[in-house]
Structures are given as C-alpha cells and as structure tokens.
C-alpha cells in the first residue's frame, strides 16, 4: 500500500516544533504545530489548509506570521484547531496589523478557528480580521482527526489523524462472477467502509444482491494512521491518554525534550525524557516512534538520544549493570 500522509519535520529533531505532512494526490497539506516556518517554502506555506496547535508557547507558534504573509491577498481558507486561547491568540496576531487597504482586494483569505473546548471564530481579511461567529463543526475532508487534552504547564492538545480503511476490488473474482467493473462498485466499496449490515441491498449489473454476498469480491485495508503529542508531563494520566490516541498508529512523532538521565528536568518542565517517550510509544503498539523537540542542551548528542528511545520503545536489556 503506498502510503497517503508524508510528514516532515521542519526544523528536524533539535528546532521548534513543526510537523509539515503532505497527502498522497492532493494539494492541499497539514502542520501540526508552527514553530519557526522559515525552512518552509512559499509554495510549501501556499499548500498549508489545516493547522493542529499543541499549544501557544512561542516556539509552537511564532510560525504564524510567516503562513499569514504568504496568504494575504489570496482567495483562502485556513482552519486551525488548538486548546482553548487559540480564538484569543489567533485575534491578537491578526489585530497587531493594519488592514485599511482589504476592502480594495477581491480575494478572501479566512482563517477559520476551533477550540477543542467547542468556541469557534472566523477572521476574514476582507472585514478586517475582526472576529465573527462560526457554526459549522471543525473537520479535515476525507481524514478523522481525534485530540487528547494533555496535561503541560497548561493543556497541551495531542493529535491523531487517520485515513479511511482502503477498500479495493478483487478483479479476478468479479470476471470469475461474470460481474462487469463499473461505477456500481463504488456504492459497494462505499457501503463496505461505511461499515453497512450484510443484509444491505447493493445494485449490481443487471440486478442486485445482499452485501453479504458480495464482500468477498473486496479487500479492506486499515487506513494509514499519523500521531503528533508534544510538550506533556510524564503522568499516568498522560500516559494512558497518549497510548490511547497513538494506538497502533504508524507513525508517531512524539516529544523527547530531555535525556533519560535528566528526568529531574523533565518533570520541573513538563516534559518527557527520551526514555518515557519510549516507553509510551511502546504502550502504544505503534509501527515507528519519531522522537522529536530534543532540547539544545543535547546538541551534538542525537545518535543518543535516538538510542535511548530505542532502547526503550524495543524494550532492550540496559547495557548498564549487564557488563
Ligand atoms: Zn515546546
Ligand atoms: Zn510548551
């Protein structure tokens, strides 16, 4: 299966946090997280139609700026869903410009904004970014994304997100039918995802038959799952949130800001070390852990880092004490 979501880290493991994730045959791509944008080019910051913010700390945040310059003046729409706050700092952001001169441009760039509290808000550059009320529900098309509210200094929002399962037809079993391929098999492969009841009516060729009778001529593939958490304490409540939003995902980019040795740090800071990031990716059961927002202090130290992780999330023996 070639896979749908292609994440990037913009400013690898060491910079401010960012996650790029480009979509198999569509434009239009997804950042979880801003940090510094800069690596980003404007046709990259041009694609951007989904933002997931974490948390408004400045170095998951400061990006802004860099995705509005590159907006203004086009006909756009941009949805950003973060913690609570996110409304109040997305306005600021925008209200520390002036924009006298939107009323001379046709195009519209909007920047819509959900909070995983439920408040919603629409900044429309042609009213002057001035917040209005937004009644439609936050989604991605064609993709489910699921939070977790985490535990930070404040809350930190975690996120999954996850194609549909892939549906596709045994060729050789509808020739074997004498079944003719045609927009027919569309409703079935609809009504297999939607997860219909056999006794479902499908149409077919010439006539019609129960679900039932027709699931074997399909395959069903899970979907492709990608999972981001950043900046969370190392608590129990934590760490049960996280493994039940990352479950069998992927590919999980998930935080390891200090190294094992240095978990003292970590819980002063609200953060994880390499070793309880393993730990969690473990828990779990995801494919492949990409550890990331390793603090500077490490510098120089990434093969160690990675180490460590590994050597939790496979569960090695510990070198130490084994000599
Ligand atoms: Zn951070
Ligand atoms: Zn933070």
Request: charged fraction near 25%; proline fraction near 5%; aromatic fraction near 8%.
């Amino acid at each position: 299966m070639r896979p749908t979501l292609h994440p990037h880290l913009v400013n690898g493991r060491f910079g401010d946090p960012a996650l790029f994730v480009e979509l198999l045959h569509r434009r239009d791509s997804i950042l979880f997280d801003m940090g510094d944008l800069s690596p980003l080019s404007a046709r990259d910051l041009l694609r951007v139609e989904t933002v997931c913010i974490s948390h408004m700390h400045i170095d998951h945040f400061i990006g802004f700026d860099a995705l509005l310059r590159v907006n203004v003046g086009r006909e756009k729409r941009i949805r950003m869903i973060g913690p609570e706050g996110l409304i109040e700092a997305v306005g600021h952001k925008l209200h520390g410009y002036t924009w006298d001169l939107a009323h001379k441009y046709a195009e519209d760039l909007c920047f819509d904004v959900w909070e995983t509290g439920g408040a919603a808000a629409r900044f429309r550059f042609k009213a002057a970014f001035a917040g209005e009320a937004l009644a439609e529900p936050f989604a991605v098309p064609g993709l489910t994304l699921t939070h977790a509210v985490l535990e930070h200094h404040g809350p930190s929002i975690g996120y999954a997100i996850a194609e549909p399962v892939h549906v596709n037809v045994w060729r050789n079993r509808l020739a074997e039918r004498g079944l003719a391929p045609g927009q027919w098999l569309q409703a079935l492969k609809a009504a297999v995802r939607d997860g219909a009841a056999d006794d479902t009516v499908v149409a077919t060729p010439g006539g019609q038959a129960p679900l039932g009778a027709l699931r074997d001529l399909v395959s069903v593939e899970p979907g492709q799952k990608l999972a981001y958490v950043t900046d969370v304490a190392d608590t129990p409540g934590n760490r049960r949130a996280i493994a039940d939003l990352a479950r069998d995902a992927d590919l999980f980019f998930l935080e390891s800001r200090f190294a094992a040795d240095d978990e003292a740090l970590a819980r002063d800071r609200a953060h994880l070390t390499t070793r309880a990031a393993g730990e969690i990716g473990r828990a779990a059961g995801v494919r492949r852990l990409e550890p990331f927002h390793f603090s500077p202090r490490y510098e120089g130290a990434e093969e160690r880092m990675l180490a460590e992780v590994r050597e939790a999330f496979q569960h090695l023996p510990s070198m130490a004490g084994h000599g």
